[in-house]
């Protein structure tokens, strides 16, 4: 049977008005703590019809030597790829008015409430940031903390009692963990990665930063840090605390983990193939209803060794 609009004509045209004031406001509106899309550079380059990414690796192998003139032994050398398959997902949610909210605004001459749409586009940022840190098993996506070959750096366990905790460790013994977890992508690689960022749980990078680097210093251990690292950022990030770990289900580190990587696009990237959008309203009864709809393939690693996580800090 035909469903009929419970709204006049008059009615029609304010709830419009309003849907037009509530979807451009939301991008400006939505605030969030949530650390991925400052850490991860994000594309959206891949079109949000396609149902998968395929990306390569490529390496060489081969040498070359000092030949005599008429030599047909040169040697050979090749390209190897490797390709890797990444699926996209679409990520959904929805608010909506009903009908006497919307009589009762423009009875009122005030503007339906924004925090509907607010609540709708900070949900699914939450999801992305999940899947950003840590992939999603039953869709098979992955995340930073998920991708395979990343390396891992071990952090000496100096510290009181034998721990690798920074809690029980000097300025010294800290600066050292920091340093050999940066310099361990760049002996890794021979110098073709460099790391330009680092991300500690907010606990450590707050005991850096307000504790000095000697006695004898007038400079915290991360003001130091910065110096003899001038080209390396200093992030923090609540999603590698231990606790975040295993609420997420990550079960590979021990303790508080650090990242140490070139935050590149050209390195990783956040794909996102579809921003956040909010599609025509659609009636149900007595509400009416905004679908919301995004598109995401997780983080794709182009290069794990421009990458080193250091555990147990």
């Known amino acids: ?66 030949i005599a003139n008429y030599a047909d032994d040169l040697p050979r050398v090749d390209v190897h790829g490797k390709e890797f398959v990444s699926r996209i997902k679409s990520v959904g949610d929805s608010y909506g008015y009903n009908l006497q909210e919307i009589r009762a605004a423009q009875y009122a001459g005030t503007n339906l409430t924004q925090r509907k749409a607010n609540a709708a586009a ?35 366990a100096d510290g009181t009692g034998s721990t690798t905790t920074w809690s029980t460790k000097t300025p010294a013994q800290i600066v050292r963990d920091v340093s050999a977890l940066i310099n361990s992508v760049i002996t890794l690689t021979g110098g073709a990665e460099q790391v330009n960022t680092v991300v500690l749980p907010l606990a450590n990078y707050t005991l850096i930063a307000t504790t000095k680097n000697s006695e004898s210093s ?53 794909e996102m193939p579809q921003m956040f959008e909010q599609l025509p309203v659609q009636e149900r009864g007595l509400e009416y209803i905004v679908p919301c709809h995004s598109r995401i393939a997780g983080v794709l690693v182009y290069y794990p060794l421009s990458m080193a996580i250091g555990e147990g800090i």
């Open 1 to 66: 049977m035909p469903q009929y609009t419970n709204l006049d004509a008059g009615e029609t045209i304010f709830f419009n008005r309003q849907l037009e004031y509530i979807k451009p406001r939301t991008y400006d509106v939505v605030k969030s703590p949530l650390k991925a899309f400052e850490l991860i550079p994000v594309s959206s380059e891949v079109n949000p019809g396609a149902e998968s990414i395929v990306y390569y690796q490529y390496d060489q192998s081969g040498f070359a030597k000092i």
């Open 122 to 156: 900070e949900a699914q940022r939450q999801l992305w940031n999940k899947i950003a840190f840590y992939g999603d098993k039953e869709y098979n996506l992955p995340g930073l903390l998920t991708s395979p070959n990343i390396p891992s750096a071990s952090v000496a």
């Open 218 to 270: 007038d400079i915290t251990i991360l003001e130091f840090l910065q110096k003899v690292h001038p080209g390396v950022s200093f992030e923090w990030a609540n999603e590698i605390t231990a606790a975040s770990l295993a609420a997420a289900g990550v079960t590979d580190f021990t303790g508080n983990i650090m990242l140490a990587y070139n935050r590149s696009p050209d390195k990783l990237v956040l």
